[in-house]
T-cell receptor, first 111, second 117 residues
Framework: GQQLNQSPQSMFIQEGEDVSMNCTSS?????WLWYKQDPGEGPVLLIA?????ELTSNGRLTAQFGITRKDSFLNISASIPSDVGIYFC???????????FGTGTRLTIIP | NAGVTQTPKFQVLKTGQSMTLQCAQD?????MYWYRQDPGMGLRLIYY???????DKGEVPNGYNVSRLNKREFSLRLESAAPSQTSVYFC????????????????FGPGTRLTVL
């Protein structure tokens, strides 16, 4: 099955740094979702995007719905230790019961 | 609201044993899903149920069966467990609410960590 391409696959950063990651698809979506998975837990929805070009924030997190509708971006500002985890993007279209997930970006904060 | 709950949290089986993973949601969602997550593989859909009484295969259905018992509950059964089914299993649900903003958003349970020896 199709999986979205996320990059980078992993990131090693220092506390306080900003983080950028992206997700690309060969297909158009009209919904993009970003999830975070803490170690040993299930994914938790962070941000949902429904309109091309839309920029949505959730605290220090900002996500954008690419204007081509084939990509999305997630930025985290001033990273803190609890940001550690795996970030997944997912795309879908209205009326589609299934999500297509990205391969994940693993974020590690170096002491 | 508890959201999506899964039982058990951990399970160890011997090859050939059977078991059922339970999932329940209290958000009145129509759709429910079972995924497996393997290291480096992301989330792969096993089965889903778009509404009570219907089930459909996902990407990796072989070796599994499901039952949508009612609107709240969706179970996953392994009839004859194999080591290749060692994985973390997640249940999720999705609403078909009146608001567009909730329709496509899936909510996940905490997972069941299954080891097959």
């Amino acid at each position: 099955g199709q999986q979205l391409n996320q990059s980078p696959q992993s990131m090693f950063i220092q506390e306080g740094e900003d983080v950028s990651m992206n997700c690309t698809s060969s297909s158009i979506f009209n919904t993009w979702l970003w999830y975070k998975q803490d170690p040993g837990e299930g994914p938790v929805l962070l941000i949902a995007l429904y309109k091309a070009g839309e920029l949505t924030s959730n605290g220090r997190l900002t996500a954008q719905f690419g204007i081509t509708r084939k990509d999305s971006f997630l930025n985290i500002s001033a990273s803190i230790p609890s940001d550690v985890g795996i970030y997944f993007c997912a795309g879908t279209n209205f009326g589609n019961e299934k999500l297509t997930f990205g391969t994940g970006t693993r974020l590690t904060i170096i002491p | 609201n508890a959201g999506v709950t899964q039982t058990p949290k951990f399970q160890v089986l011997k090859t050939g044993q059977s078991m059922t993973l339970q999932c329940a949601q209290d958000m009145n969602h129509n759709s429910m899903y079972w995924y497996r997550q393997d290291p480096g593989m992301g989330l792969r859909l096993i089965y889903y149920s778009a509404s009570e009484g219907t089930t459909d295969k996902g990407e990796v259905p072989n070796g599994y069966n499901v039952s949508r018992l009612n609107k709240r509950e969706f179970s996953l059964r392994l009839e004859s467990a194999a080591p290749s089914q060692t994985s973390v299993y997640f249940c999720a649900s999705m609403g078909a609410g009146l608001s567009k903003s909730s329709y496509n958003e899936q909510f996940f349970g905490p997972g069941t960590r299954l080891t097959v020896l």
